[in-house]
């Protein structure tokens, strides 16, 4: 057991030396011999599978009942047109199918997490999926790990072993314990750390011992066949839309079978019109539609930085109405220079430092020594805060490598976002020095001595007060300011809870982070698309303010508000203050969740994007969580609905924005589906109700609803862009699918294409005294034509076709193309024309087809043209 061994034991056996890790090599051929590091999930479905769900379907079986019927009755064409049109959208349907599982896939793999190994002597991070046994691991807080490992080093290293132990409080583990018995629990593995779990504090490294399914969470497999139910609020309110349209349908096709008997009509053709009638009328594509535009528009927010991982959130992002941003790397570019420097009661710029002083040495000795990053021949790794530092040093020709030779650290307690502090212990010639750099005001607060000049002195509320000027000097033109506090200790096992006390305060240092150039102009973009941007960070009040008021976040610094003062009200005071505010200085992530819950009190739609370990409850808590991809940790991005791969504030706004058009690109599909649905209804249904012989044939049904609901409305659901969706409020996200007179404009539309349709009938029947097929070819061809040319209409509610660009759709005026060529290869192809029992049409019909099928279309665009001009 790799418990019961020393680490060093166990690295030989794995065969793997601790300071180069394994050669690329033989992890190579490692990962050919033991497969991939992955639990094996839930088998996809075949191609196969996936054709017979689509006709494993009620709509089908009725379908099939008809050809069936039509075969007994000798009516063999019908019969062979109804089998064609199940195989044909049992076609589309695998083909959507598998497309937006493809992309969900794509996306998935995006957003699994990534394992830092050291190979070849190098630290890099690689997929986890990767990682083979004998990997060097190193872990930080916020990282799942990627496999089980014995750990070879830790550094007050917490796991989170919940999944586990069910025990809330991360285990604390340590390398150097070797565990005698063999049959301990999970729990009491301290030397060992396991796949899936979290690394919530410290750091440490390990030896990959197990990968795969061999490891704990490899053994308890049901754990992990746990699905989301990943359905949107629109797709689930359109499931049951789909249903009540259904109900309906049928009720409209019993009547008008009802109503066809009573005529004394041919029962046979009036049950198989009702039949396909109902099959036309029912939206069935519309899942199908609606997934594949969903995941398509996916597919184009990854190519815009965004990856959304949760489906309902794309719908959710359309109607956000406050962005809460971090400010550092989000609002800023997260490249940090050292501009000021404080020292012995002195503002200086960083060129004027005297490293032969020694306390400023001391100060910039501090801040390399405790810190995290290397910068070294350009190459810079870790916290660009702590990059500056070791960067100001550079300057000076001190550098981490060489102080670290001669002090290295013996002790640290790590930095987290609510103490604002890091502190180190160092091993100087005959004594150890603690030092704790930070935020200016937890520093004092610990800090009881003060070095001036070379003398220790007391830190008198004066001298506090002189210091705290000195930083607010520095935080009004922007600057993120850190202290260095430090004292001398004798013994260096002394408590950790003792480390962070009575330290003696050395100096400042203040850098500057400027703010990204195009988030000036997204910010003024949300503004006037009715979106809140809210500012929060764990910066000071004034760098804060600083910042906002350029980005013009803020424009008085009463609108600011720190996390202290958060602290001093009650939730409920809270709600009431909180939309006053659009700076938040100096928060720790418990305010975080204040703040979205407070501002979710109004109703409103919240996103937030957080980074650190502490940050998932307030991810969770908001409508859309957002986490970084660059500095985000592993616990941020699996609580965030959405990870921005550059950490751009931009990359939000875009993302709501393509929310937006996702959304209103869907509804165009659903409202020209269900016009064209109703269209078709209202032709059989009058023609019935006024006794006219029966406008369309049952094959002409299904054909035109074949035509019409798969590719012109899934070339509508993809759309290009509308950039004015940036130009109103947020949509309510209650609102109806109907809401804003969608439903009056469907059901105008559907009485316009059934008024053609019938118009175009009673022409024919009027041109062709006497001849039913003429007539019944003339509805035929207006009613794909005006439904083809309606879909036109669809692209935009206000703005005419030729307003926002005849050719901007391609995919449409394709979809649009195909439909006609192949109506016209139905009717100029003699045995398509027989099995169809369509006319061969003349010039003129052509024309007149043509003319009336183009009235619901120009009907649209006059609308527009009038009511929004
Ligand atoms: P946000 O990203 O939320 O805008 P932030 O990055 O400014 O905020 P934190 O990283 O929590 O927030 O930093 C808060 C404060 O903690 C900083 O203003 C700084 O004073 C201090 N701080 C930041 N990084 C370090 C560090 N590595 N060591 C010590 N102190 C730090």
Known sequence: MWLNMISQEVLKELNVDPNTGLSELEAKSRLEKYGENKLTSQKKKSIWQLFLSQINDVMIYILLG????????????????????????????????????????????????????????????????????????????GRYLPADLRLIESANLKIDESAFTGESVPAEKDSNITISNENVPIGDMFNMAFMSTLVTYGRGTGVVVNTGMKTEIGKIADLLSKEEDNTTPLQRRLASLGKFLGFGAVG????????????????????????????????????????????????????????????????????????????T?????????????????????????KLDDDDTKLLFEGMILCNDATSKNGTKTGDP???????????????????????????????????????????????????TKGAIDNLLKISTKILLNGKI??????????????????????????????????????????????????????????????????????????????????????????????????????????GAEIDTYSDNEFNDLVSNYKVFARVSPENKVKIVKAFKSHGNIVSMTGDGVNDAP???????????????????????????????????????????????????????????NLGEIVTLFIAILFNLAPPLLPIHILWVNLITDSFPALSLGVDPKDSSVMKYPPRDPKESLFAEHMGLFLGINGILIGGVTL????????LYPGSLVHAQTLAFVVLSFSQLFFSLSMRNRERTLFNIGVFKNKYLLSSILLGICIQLLIIIIPFLANVFNVFILSARDWGLVICISLLPFIFNELFKVIKYR
């Open 66 to 141: 008809a050809a069936i019927i039509s075969t007994f009755m000798h009516e063999y064409s019908d019969a062979v047109v109804i089998l064609l049109v199940i195989l044909i959208n049992a076609l589309i349907g695998v083909v959507q199918e598998s497309k937006a599982e493809k992309s969900l896939e794509a996306l998935k793999k995006l957003s699994t997490p990534k394992a830092i190994v050291k190979r070849d002597g190098i630290i890099k991070e690689i997929p986890s999926e990767e990682v083979v046994v004998g990997d060097i691991i190193i872990l930080d807080a």
């Open 252 to 327: 409209i096709c019993v009547l008008i079978f009802i109503i066809s008997m009573f005529q004394g009509r041919d029962w046979f053709e009036m049950l198989l019109t009702a039949i396909s009638l109902a099959v036309a009328a029912i939206p069935e594509g519309l899942p199908a539609i609606v997934a594949i535009v969903l995941a398509m528009g996916v597919q184009r927010m990854i190519k815009q930085n965004s990856i959304v991982k949760k489906l309902p959130a794309v719908e959710t992002l359309g109607s956000v109405n406050i962005i809460c941003s971090d400010k």
């Open 329 to 353: 790397g989000t609002l800023t570019l997260n490249i940090m220079t050292i501009k000021k420097c404080c020292i012995n009661n002195n503002l200086i710029s960083i060129d004027d430092c």
């Open 385 to 435: 805060t702590e990059i500056a530092l070791l960067d100001a040093g550079i300057k000076y020709d001190l550098y981490k490598e060489d102080l670290i030779s001669n002090h290295s650290r013996i002790d640290e307690i790590p930095f987290d976002s609510d103490r604002k502090l890091m502190t180190t212990v160092n091993k100087y010639d005959s004594h150890f020095k603690v030092f």
């Open 457 to 562: 002195i007391d830190f008198t509320q004066e001298r506090k007060d002189e210091i705290l000027n000195f930083s607010n000097l520095m935080s009004d033109e922007a600057l993120r300011v850190l202290g260095l506090s430090y004292k001398d200790i004798q013994d260096e096992s002394i408590s950790i809870n003792a480390l962070e006390k009575d330290l003696i305060f050395v100096g400042l240092m203040g850098m500057i982070d400027p703010p990204r150039q195009e988030v000036k102009p997204s910010i003024a973009l949300c503004k006037q698309a009715g979106i809140t941007p809210i500012m929060i960070t764990g910066d000071h009040k004034n760098t804060a303010f600083a910042i906002a008021s350029e980005l013009g976040i803020a424009n008085n610094i009463n609108q600011c508000m720190t």
């Open 618 to 676: 307030s991810l969770k808590a908001a409508d859309i969580g957002v986490a970084m991809g660059i500095t985000g940790t592993d616990v941020a991005k699996g609580a965030a609905d959405m990870i921005l791969t550059d950490d751009n504030f931009t990359t939000i706004v875009a993302a709501v924005e393509e929310g937006r058009n996702i959304y209103t690109n869907i509804r165009k599909s659903i409202i020209f589906l269900l016009s064209c």
């Open 759 to 766: 118009a175009a009938f009673l022409l024919g029947e009027r």
